[in-house]
């Protein structure tokens, strides 16, 4: 199917249960962003701060561009002016950039804790204890210009369905656990991100709300490299 039927169908099954797709675009093109977004398609995820920042300076304005992507301290201040959400926060020293330069555009940032669920040594991420830590810190229960929206997580690269569901549903019960004890009076502690391409099918079965979705959508991706403007 083309672009334009992936995201009409991907939306309308997505739409029937309350979750909210986010558009995988990283080393996509243009052209194929903007097929998207005459679909209906607004929110739209770059893992490189480089390219988001010149796609942003190209396309629509009023696209959602998410990072979900790791995120270097020293790179916060090239999408603190627009960024609409960050998946990829795993340390109050990460939050204490964001909140620096949040308050630099005058904005309140919104920003996904990033939990580590899987065995893999590739993936970043909070593991359960660290999670609660930063909960827990003083200098993170400062911060006046980041909002914590919810938690986020990647799965195994497995064909197991079991360890799939597992993990899902292990990050489920964490959610829904620190909502209780945290956040508890904050209605905006509402996302829980887990499910891409090949899994988001387990992942809204086990509670999530928010998929990251790519060559679903697009196809297999290719290799572009962008370069930041001082």
Request: charged letters at 30%.
């Amino acid at each position: 199917m083309s672009i334009k039927e992936n995201i009409q169908t991907l939306k309308k099954e997505l739409d029937a249960k309350n979750v909210k797709l986010v558009a995988i675009s990283k080393t996509k093109p243009n052209e194929d962003i903007l097929v998207a977004y005459e679909a209906g398609q607004r929110a739209f995820g770059e893992n490189m701060v480089q390219e988001m920042v010149e796609k942003e300076e190209a396309l629509p304005k009023d696209i959602e561009w998410h990072l979900v992507g790791h995120l270097q301290s020293n790179k916060v201040k090239y999408i603190a002016p627009f960024v609409s959400l960050i998946h990829s926060v795993d340390s109050v020293k990460l939050l204490k950039e964001i909140d620096k330069q949040a308050l630099k555009n005058k904005r309140v940032i919104d920003c996904l804790l990033q939990v580590y669920i899987t065995d893999e040594d590739s993936k970043f991420g909070l593991d359960h204890a660290e999670l609660i830590e930063l909960l827990r810190d003083e200098e993170f229960r400062m911060l006046k210009n980041i909002r914590i929206r919810g938690l986020m997580g990647i799965a195994t690269n497995t064909d197991s369905e079991k360890v799939v569901k597992e993990e899902f549903y292990e990050l489920k019960m964490l959610f829904d656990g620190v909502k209780v004890t945290y956040f508890r009076q904050e209605d905006s502690f509402d996302i829980l991100s887990m499910g891409m391409s090949s899994d988001f099918e387990l992942a809204i079965e086990q509670g999530s709300n928010l998929v990251r979705l790519g060559s679903s959508i697009f196809g297999k991706r290719v290799t572009k490299h962008f370069k930041l403007k001082d």
